[in-house]
C-alpha cells in the first residue's frame, strides 16, 4: 500500500536559518505529492504541491521537488521566519477520481526569533 | 482557494450524549467530503469518505454506528458522535473535495475546515 516517511521532530530553529524536512513515499503508480500546513489551532492549508516527476512545488519561499529516484519530496525553505512556525504534513495521492490522500506524521517546527 | 467551514469550532460535551459537528462547502460543491480525526501531535487518521446522497465509506476500525455521516447536499456533510465518550475526545477535521475539467483534463483537490475540537467529560 501507500505511505509516507517524515523526518522524526520536532525541529527547533533560529529565524533566518534555512529548512530542509525530508519526506520519502511509497506507492504502487504514480501519485501526485503535496506539503500541507497546520498552524496552532487550525485545519489544514495546502502549502505546495507536484504532480509529476522534476515538478518543483513553491509558495512562500517553501519548495519541495519530485524526485521519482529517490521517491522524495523534500520541503525546504532558504531562511525561516517566526510564522513559519508550524506542523508540516508530507502527503501523497494516487491518480484516479476517487484517490485518497495518505498523509506522513507530520513535525513540529519552532522559530526562534 | 476555495473555503470549507466546520461548526462548531469547539464543543465540550457530557459523557453519553451525542455531538454533531457539520461541515460545509462555502464556494463550490463538494460530492465526496471526507472526515478525519487527530490525536495530539499525530497525523490526520481518515475516519469516512461521505458522498453526496449515498452512505459513507468507513475505514477499518472505524464504528459506523457511533460515527454517523450524512452527506444529505452537495455543500453540507454531518458527523455525529452517539453516546460519546471520555476517549472520543479529539480533533475532527473534515475535507472537502472540490472538482473542475481543464483542457479535456480532471482536477480535483481537497480543501479542509478549520477542525473541530471535542472533549467529552
Known amino acids: 500500500g501507500n505511505s509516507v516517511t517524515q523526518m522524526e521532530g520536532p525541529v527547533t530553529l533560529s529565524e533566518e536559518a534555512f529548512l530542509t524536512i525530508n519526506c520519502t513515499y511509497t506507492a504502487t503508480g504514480y501519485p501526485s505529492l503535496f506539503w500541507y500546513v497546520q498552524y496552532p489551532g487550525e485545519g489544514l492549508q495546502l502549502l505546495l504541491k507536484a504532480t509529476k516527476a522534476d515538478d518543483k512545488g513553491s509558495n512562500k519561499g517553501f519548495e519541495a521537488t519530485y524526485r521519482k529516484e529517490t521517491t522524495s519530496f523534500h520541503l525546504e525553505k532558504g531562511s525561516v521566519q517566526v510564522s513559519d512556525s508550524a506542523v508540516y504534513f508530507c502527503a501523497l495521492r494516487e491518480t484516479g477520481a476517487n484517490s485518497k490522500l495518505t498523509f506522513g506524521k507530520g513535525i513540529t517546527l519552532s522559530v526562534r526569533p | 482557494g476555495a473555503v470549507v467551514s466546520q461548526h462548531p469550532s469547539r464543543v465540550i460535551c457530557k459523557s453519553g450524549t451525542s455531538v454533531k459537528i457539520e461541515c460545509r462547502s462555502l464556494d463550490f460543491q463538494a460530492t465526496t467530503m471526507f472526515w478525519y480525526r487527530q490525536f495530539p501531535k499525530q497525523s490526520l487518521m481518515l475516519m469516512a469518505t461521505s458522498n453526496e446522497g449515498s452512505k459513507a465509506t468507513y475505514e477499518q476500525g472505524v464504528e459506523k454506528d457511533k460515527f454517523l455521516i450524512n452527506h444529505a447536499s452537495l455543500t453540507l456533510s454531518t458527523l455525529t458522535v452517539t453516546s460519546a465518550h471520555p476517549e472520543d475526545s479529539s480533533f475532527y477535521i473534515c475535507?472537502?473535495?472540490?472538482?473542475?475539467w481543464g483542457q479535456g483534463v480532471l482536477y480535483n483537490e481537497q480543501f479542509f475546515g478549520p477542525g473541530t475540537r471535542l472533549t467529552v467529560l
Open positions: 475535507s472537502a473535495r472540490d472538482s473542475w
